[in-house]
């Protein structure tokens, strides 16, 4: 007997092998019959066929794709991570914050704590800290480190919108910007919650200009967006932040080629 899951997953691979293959076309006709099998959307059709330059750019990768992507890799996600593609965001935010706006802070929120790599790299210039990622099991991962006050489960931009607690004076999202583009709700979310003088520190991606044109975030060849640094500044001003710091990094490596990004601080105002 077939199963609705057996259809959805044929239909994936269907949709998966055609956009490998190059058949773009094609491709996009599978994924939107994936998206009508499951409107949800746990394959992440609507960022792959954004990444082939087909179909409306969306304001955020779907919650359902991102927690599905992150549960399956928890086990094996710091040696993917760290070890294969090099990354060390949340090393280079501890670095820009000692160079820039030391601390220490009576309280630290993580956005997408991921394992907790970014609350290991800040343990020291903290006291009280708060996790949350849509993955419950990067959630448990997270709580083996003993360093988290607090871990929930839930979505980062819903967290900041509708949570009701004492606010907080650093706020880290080291790996959250690649999974949404318009960043007008996180941000606004973020200074909502924000002690005053409060700093926000996030990493983004990027592309060539002669690639994003006059696009302030587009999805990237790799299914992550990527933001331009001018419209990062513009959004965080007019949700009420300063820019401190933005740096040039480099936020992994992608089949050996380095993924630029920026490493940014901003002071709420």
Not at 5 to 11: I, R, V
């Given at each position: 007997?077939?199963?609705p899951?057996?259809k959805l ?6 949709a ?5 293959a190059?058949?773009h076309?094609a491709?996009?006709k ?10 949800d959307?746990h394959?992440g059709a609507?960022v792959?066929?954004?990444?082939m330059?087909l179909?409306?750019t ?5 919650e359902?794709?991102?927690?599905m992507?992150f ?6 996600f ?7 593609l090099?990354y060390?965001?949340?090393?280079l935010m501890?670095?820009a ?6 601390g220490?802070?009576e309280?630290?929120?993580?956005l997408?704590?991921g394992?907790?790599?970014a609350?290991v790299?800040?343990?020291d210039?903290?006291g ?5 990622d849509?993955s419950a099991n990067?959630i448990?991962l997270a709580?083996?480190h ?8 839930g979505?980062?931009?819903s967290f ?11 706020i880290?999202?080291t ?5 949404l583009?318009?960043?007008a709700?996180?941000?606004?979310g973020v200074r909502r ?5 409060a700093v ?7 592309l060539?200009?002669e690639?994003?044109g006059?696009r302030?975030?587009?999805v ?13 500044e513009?959004?965080l001003?007019?949700?009420g932040?300063?820019?401190?710091h ?6 992994r490596h992608?089949e050996?080629t ?7 601080l901003?002071?709420?105002?």
């Amino acid at each position: 007997m077939i199963t609705p899951d057996d259809k959805l997953a044929d239909a994936y691979n269907e949709a998966l092998a055609l956009e490998k293959a190059g058949d773009h076309a094609a491709a996009a006709k599978a994924y939107a019959r994936v998206l009508a099998l499951d409107p949800d959307d746990h394959g992440g059709a609507a960022v792959r066929l954004a990444a082939m330059g087909l179909g409306d750019t969306p304001e955020r990768a779907p919650e359902a794709y991102v927690e599905m992507l992150f549960d399956q890799h928890a086990s094996v996600f710091d040696d993917i991570l760290v070890d294969q593609l090099g990354y060390h965001v949340p090393l280079l935010m501890r670095q820009a914050l000692l160079d820039n706006a030391p601390g220490p802070y009576e309280r630290l929120l993580d956005l997408g704590c991921g394992t907790g790599l970014a609350g290991v790299a800040l343990a020291d210039m903290s006291g009280h800290r708060t996790g949350i990622d849509l993955s419950a099991n990067m959630i448990d991962l997270a709580a083996e480190h003993e360093l988290y006050d607090e871990l929930y489960v839930g979505d980062a931009v819903s967290f900041v919108e509708e949570v009701d607690d004492e606010p907080w004076d650093l706020i880290a999202a080291t790996d959250v910007l690649p999974y949404l583009g318009d960043v007008a709700a996180v941000f606004t979310g973020v200074r909502r919650i924000s002690m005053a003088n409060a700093v926000f520190g996030f990493s983004t991606e990027v592309l060539p200009d002669e690639v994003m044109g006059a696009r302030d975030f587009m999805v990237g060849p790799h299914q992550r967006f990527v933001h331009k640094l001018t419209y990062i500044e513009t959004a965080l001003t007019a949700a009420g932040f300063t820019m401190l710091h933005a740096s040039d990094i480099t936020v992994r490596h992608e089949e050996g080629t380095p993924q630029p990004g920026h490493l940014v601080l901003a002071r709420a105002v």
